[in-house]
């Protein structure tokens, strides 16, 4: 759930898309770092979650679509193809080519979805021409996975990826988790308005300029 008073102009409630078929990439964790790195929406800070064993890094940049939420509860991870790292809390301009969909265990035994959304960032130009996560070579693509399997281990739980899926596959994941956001926001917000009351009641309970409540 959101915190009270949460801005809208914060990086998790930035548009999905920056255009059409062009995804806005909240960046958190750059590639070759050993820190992971998270967003909290509660102050608009990027936090050291953890950090990795010896010898392992980010292999890309890792981040989250902002106005998406997935069935764990958070905004969708992507990871952008990119050469260089850029750093928490850059937005890249994304064209999604696929997602390694994924099931993971928590150390509670608790499963549930994880897909990791893969995408190119509209600048690479090594990347620029891949359009399918078919087109990424073999080796990369189970690099990637072997990441994701390792670096769940190190925390405790366990991730299986299911299979590669294809671009409009990863779109669909991604509306389906804009749908989810704005339903989830719009709880947020009935459950946070006050309830109305009679006029005497709400005469009685405004404070007075001046008198220590706010005005």
Known sequence: MLPPGHPDDMLDRLPAYHR???LNAVI???RGSRNKFKFDPATGAFELGKQLPAGAVFPYDFGFVPSTLG???DPLDVLVLLETATFPGCIVHVRLIGVIDGRQREASGQTE???RLIGVAEESLEYGGHRHVADLPEGLLSEIEHFFVSYNEATGKTYEPMGRLG????SA???ASER????ARSRAKRSASPTRSS????NRATPRRGSGGRP
């Not at 006029?199 to 709400?202: D, I, L, T, V």
């Open 20 to 22: 059409r078929t062009i």
């Open 28 to 30: 958190e964790t750059p």
């Open 71 to 73: 069935d764990d509860g």
């Open 113 to 115: 979805q994880n897909p």
């Open 167 to 170: 671009p409009s596959h990863a």
């Open 173 to 175: 994941m991604v509306g």
């Open 180 to 183: 989810r956001a704005s339903r």
């Open 199 to 202: 006029p005497k009641a709400s």
